[in-house]
C-alpha cells in the first residue's frame, strides 16, 4: 500500500480520455444552446446572465471550479463521508414538496432569484456515492437478502420522493443502479423477472388483457402437455382447438350478438377490468390448460410437480400484471397516457400532429431534415422558427441532428460511446471496492440519460423529459454530472493508494 497522504494531483495524472470527453460535450452542448437562442442583433448575448447562453456559460465557468476544488481536496472524504452526503441530498430533496416552486408540472425546484436548482438532478451523483459506500462495505454481499433490500432501498428512496414531485422521468433514472448491481453479483434471474413485468406491462397496454392471457395459457398449455407421458392424443387435441382460441374473442362476440342483439363489450386493455366477458374470452384456453394440467400432475414425479408449481406461479404472476398494466395506465395523468399511446401505435400521431405528438413528429422532421452533413451552423429553419418545443433541454439532440446531419449526430454518439467505455476501463482497474463501484455507478447514470434521451426524440421511447448529459441547458444537470466525473477523476488518479 502507498502511504502517501497526497491529495492534490497534476494535470498529467488525471485521465485524459475522460477529461477530453467530458470537456468535448460541454463545449458542444454550450454551441448547441447558443445556436438555439442565436440573435444576429446581439450576438453577444451569451454575456449576459438573463439570457439562456449566457446563463449556461456561467454554469460551465462554475463546473470547472467545482472541478478544480474536487482535485485538491482529499480523495478520502468521498468515501468516508459518502452517507451523511446522501442523507443531506435527500433531505434537499424532500424539502421541494414543501418549499419547492411548481415548473412544468414538477414540484421539483428550488428558486433563487432568476435561477433555479433541482436536487434530484444532485441526488444521482449522493447516491452513486451512496451504493459505493455501502457495498464496499466490509461483509456486505449481495448473496444476502437484507444485503439486497438495503441496497433497493438506497435508490427507491429517492424514486418515492421524485415521484410525489410529479416528475416521473428523473425517477426512472434511478433504476439503472441495476446495472451497477449485476456487476457485483445479483443473480441474472432477478433481470429476467424486471425485463419480463416490463415485457407483460407493455403487452397488457398493446392488447386486450383477457386476450394476452388465453394466449399465455395457451403457451402453459404447450408445456404442460410436453410432460404428458402419451403426447399424442394431446397434440391432436391442441392442435385442433388452436384455432378456436385464437378466435374465440370475436367468435363470443358474434354469439352474444346474435343471442341477445347487443354487442359484446370486450374490456380494453387500459380499462383495467375484470368481468364476466374477460371469463368468456378466456374460458377455452383455461378448460384446456386445466385439461392438460391435471394427467401431467399426478404422475407422482416430484421433479415434474415442482416445474408444473412454477410453471403456474408465473402465469399466474404473467396474468396479473397484464391486467394491472390498465390499472397503473388509468393513475397516470392525461398527458402522460397520451405520450404512452402515441408510442405503442405510432400511426395515431398522424391524426394528433397538433396534440400529444407535435414534439415527437417535429423532432423527427428536425432531425431528418440534416441530411449528411447537415444544414450548417445557425441555419436550422426548424430551430430558428422554434417547431420544436425545449430545443435547449429535452429535445436538443434535435438540433445537433437539423445543422450538423448525420455527421454530427455519430460525432455526438461516438464521444458518449467513448466516454461509457472509458469509464468501464476505469472502472476494473481500480483496487478500491468503492471506486470500481462509484464508477460504474456513474457509467450507469449516464448511459440511461443518454439513450432515453436520444430514443425520446426519435421515438424510440416515450416522452419522459430528461435531459442529454453535459449537452442540454439546466445548470442542476451540468453541476450534477460534473461531480460525478470530478469524484470519479480523483478516485482513479490515487488508485493506487487505495
Not at 129 to 138: E, K
Amino acid at each position: 500500500m502507498n502511504g502517501s497522504k497526497k491529495t492534490s494531483i497534476g494535470i498529467n495524472e488525471l485521465d485524459f480520455v475522460t477529461l477530453t470527453c467530458f470537456t468535448a460535450l460541454v463545449i458542444t452542448g454550450w454551441l448547441m444552446i447558443y445556436t438555439v437562442h442565436y440573435n444576429p442583433v446581439d450576438q453577444f448575448a451569451f454575456f449576459n446572465l438573463s439570457s439562456t447562453p449566457g446563463k449556461q456559460l456561467f454554469f460551465i465557468v462554475l463546473c470547472a471550479i467545482i472541478l478544480f476544488f474536487i482535485q485538491i481536496t482529499d480523495w478520502t472524504l468521498w468515501r468516508t463521508f459518502a452517507l451523511p452526503i446522501y442523507l443531506a441530498s435527500l433531505l434537499l430533496l424532500a424539502g421541494t414538496l414543501v418549499f419547492g416552486k411548481e415548473i412544468n408540472g414538477n414540484n421539483a425546484w428550488y428558486q433563487f432569484g432568476g435561477f433555479s436548482l433541482q436536487p434530484a438532478e444532485l441526488v444521482k451523483f449522493t447516491t452513486c456515492l451512496a451504493m459505493a459506500g455501502y457495498l464496499s462495505s466490509t461483509g456486505v454481499t449481495l448473496r444476502i437478502t437484507k444485503t439486497r433490500l438495503y441496497t433497493f432501498g438506497l435508490f427507491l428512496l429517492p424514486v418515492i420522493i421524485i415521484v410525489l414531485q410529479k416528475d416521473a422521468g428523473s425517477a426512472l433514472v434511478f433504476f439503472s443502479f441495476v446495472l451497477v448491481l449485476y456487476r457485483e453479483g445479483l443473480p441474472s434471474t432477478w433481470y429476467a423477472l424486471g425485463f419480463g413485468t416490463a415485457f407483460m406491462v407493455i403487452l397488457g397496454l398493446l392488447f386486450q388483457a383477457p386476450n394476452v392471457v388465453a394466449w399465455l395459457m395457451m403457451v402453459a398449455n404447450f408445456q404442460l402437455i410436453r410432460n404428458y407421458r402419451n403426447t399424442r392424443p394431446w397434440w391432436i387435441v391442441f392442435a385442433a382447438l388452436v384455432p378456436l382460441i385464437i378466435w374465440w374473442p370475436e367468435l363470443a362476440g358474434w354469439a352474444v350478438q346474435t343471442l341477445s342483439g347487443k354487442p359484446l363489450p370486450i374490456p380494453e386493455a387500459e380499462q383495467g377490468t375484470f368481468d364476466l366477458t374477460a371469463l368468456l374470452v378466456m374460458a377455452p384456453p383455461l378448460a384446456l390448460l386445466i385439461a392438460a394440467f391435471i394427467p401431467s400432475y399426478f404422475r407422482k414425479n416430484n421433479l415434474i410437480q415442482r416445474r408444473i408449481q412454477l410453471l403456474l406461479l408465473l402465469l399466474a404472476l404473467a396474468g396479473g400484471l397484464v391486467f394491472l398494466s390498465g390499472t397503473l395506465y388509468k393513475a397516470m395523468a392525461p398527458h402522460q397516457q397520451q405520450r404512452i399511446r402515441i408510442w405503442l401505435h405510432p400511426a395515431e400521431a398522424a391524426a394528433d400532429a397538433r396534440g400529444s405528438a407535435y414534439n415527437l413528429l417535429h423532432s423527427k422532421m428536425a432531425i431528418g431534415s440534416g441530411g449528411f452533413m447537415g444544414k450548417g451552423m445557425f441555419e436550422g429553419n426548424m430551430t430558428k422558427l422554434k417547431y420544436v418545443p425545449e430545443q435547449s433541454t429535452d429535445y436538443i439532440f434535435c438540433t445537433i441532428g437539423e445543422e450538423h446531419g448525420f455527421v454530427g449526430v455519430l460525432g455526438v454518439i461516438g464521444l458518449f460511446a467513448v466516454l461509457l467505455y472509458r469509464i468501464t476501463q476505469l472502472a476494473e482497474r481500480q483496487r478500491s471496492n468503492f471506486s470500481r463501484v462509484y464508477a460504474y455507478s456513474v457509467a450507469g447514470v449516464i448511459f440511461a440519460h443518454f439513450v432515453v434521451n436520444i430514443g425520446m426524440t426519435m421515438g424510440l421511447f416515450p416522452t419522459i423529459g430528461i435531459p442529454l448529459p453535459f449537452i442540454s441547458y439546466g445548470g442542476s444537470s451540468l453541476i450534477g454530472f460534473t461531480f460525478m466525473i470530478g469524484v470519479l477523476l480523483k478516485l482513479d488518479s490515487h488508485r493506487n493508494q487505495a
